[in-house]
Nanobody, 120 residues
């Protein structure tokens, strides 16, 4: 059974840090590009960071320097290290795994999200 499960969310004070994890099961995780998205109340879902199967990374311009995405294929897990958190970072954070292969259907999986609340 295919699963993507996010964990590590919670309540943190402004300026604090959290590390989110995205654990995968049921598919060859290492061959997928993985992204973190977030959706704040009343706002559209936005891309936070991505990491390819070859570990190339990309970040939303506004988050560069504060967030770091990484992966451990041996553990089928992608991480999002979030530092210097701000109240505006409050959102549900989602993990997305995608694989595109020429001539084959796009494979696209989503987790159910983990809530991050930044407040004092």
């Amino acid at each position: 059974q295919v699963q993507l499960v996010e964990s590590g969310g919670g309540l943190v004070q402004p300026g604090g840090s959290l590390r989110l994890s995205c654990g995968a099961a049921g598919f060859t995780f290492s061959s997928y590009a993985v992204s973190w998205y977030r959706q704040a109340p009343g706002k559209e879902r936005e891309l936070v960071a991505s990491i390819t199967s070859g570990i190339n990374t990309k970040y939303a311009d506004s988050l560069k320097g504060r967030f770091t995405i990484s992966r451990d294929n041996a553990k089928n897990t992608v991480y999002l290290q979030m530092n210097s958190l701000k109240p505006d970072d409050t959102a549900v954070y989602y993990c997305n795994a995608v694989k595109t292969t020429y001539g084959l259907p796009r494979m696209d999986y989503w987790g159910k999200g983990t809530l991050v609340t930044v407040a004092s």
